[in-house]
């Protein structure tokens, strides 16, 4: 269970500017944008392509910096750790699962989930009850030792968001995780992501199908590197969240 009487915002965003330089032009991929989440919950993060909703992802994962401001993730200060606190940050404070999966080929569901334990030292017998428990929890218990190319695509983004709860991270990244699937298929994969977030977890996601925004209670649209607005989401239809977004 996620730690959710930790007063500390979960993500807190201040004044974060990341620019990209393109032979003599400066492109201003966020520009001095703020966000808080608060308190656990299923939050979205809709937007224009090229709006910054990957850049902003990729922050919040400490996978790159900003040229500005300060971001704070699960009581971390990001912009001030070293690289070897940043390794640890990646692998056990924060869940990351992606549009295509990401999963080692050659290694089985198990292995797959297993690994960040594995590189964390953790004993063998710990690791693999941890990750069986896991993929039992995502209904893939007959198909642990499956690799991911006799999976289908559902079963290969389970076998992600396993991997991604290893630690008990409190707050899970998601990168258009519906987006390589079927609507019934990412469907289960919201009801999942939605179940996380009850059980005190902060999962935030990037999406640009309204139907999965209303999955969330929460959406931040970005637009030209900032948060032009947020609404709630409870009971909105996707053409609803469409109408109000614009
Ligand atoms: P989104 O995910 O909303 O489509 P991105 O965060 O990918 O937006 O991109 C925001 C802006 O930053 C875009 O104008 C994009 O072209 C630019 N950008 C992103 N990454 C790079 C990069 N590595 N080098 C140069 N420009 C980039």
């Known amino acids: ?44 993060i809709m937007g224009p392509s090229g709006s910054g909703k990957s850049t902003l992802l990729h922050l919040l994962a400490a996978l790159d910096q900003p040229d500005e401001g300060t971001i704070r993730v699960a009581g971390e200060h990001l912009h001030t750790m070293q690289e070897s606190a940043l390794t640890a940050f990646r692998r056990k404070k924060i869940g990351i699962i992606f549009q295509q999966f990401n999963l080692i080929p050659t290694l089985s569901a198990l292995d797959n989930v297993a690994l960040p334990a594995l590189l964390d030292g953790m004993p063998a017998a710990e690791r693999t009850e941890r990750a069986t428990a896991l993929l039992e929890r995502m209904g893939l218990g007959d198909r642990m030792h499956h690799r ?41 994969i919201l009801q999942l992501l939605g179940d996380i977030a009850r059980e005190g977890r902060t999962v935030l996601m990037v999406t ?34 469409v109408a109000r977004l614009q």
């Open 1 to 44: 269970m996620a730690d959710t009487d930790n007063p500390v915002s979960l993500i807190e965003l201040d004044a974060v500017s990341k620019h990209y330089r393109l032979g003599d032009q400066t492109v201003r991929a966020l520009d001095r944008l703020s966000l808080t989440v608060a308190k656990p919950g299923f939050y979205g």
């Open 148 to 188: 991911p190319d006799a999976m289908s695509g559902g079963e290969q983004q389970r076998v992600a968001i396993a991997r991604a709860l290893l630690f008990e991270p409190q707050v899970l990244l998601a990168d258009e995780p519906t987006g390589n699937l079927d609507s019934a298929t990412g469907e289960r």
């Open 208 to 241: 640009h199908e309204p139907t999965a925004a209303t999955a969330c209670g929460h959406v931040f649209l970005l637009r030209d590197g900032r948060i032009e607005t947020e609404l709630d989401t409870d009971g909105l239809a996707a053409s609803e969240l």
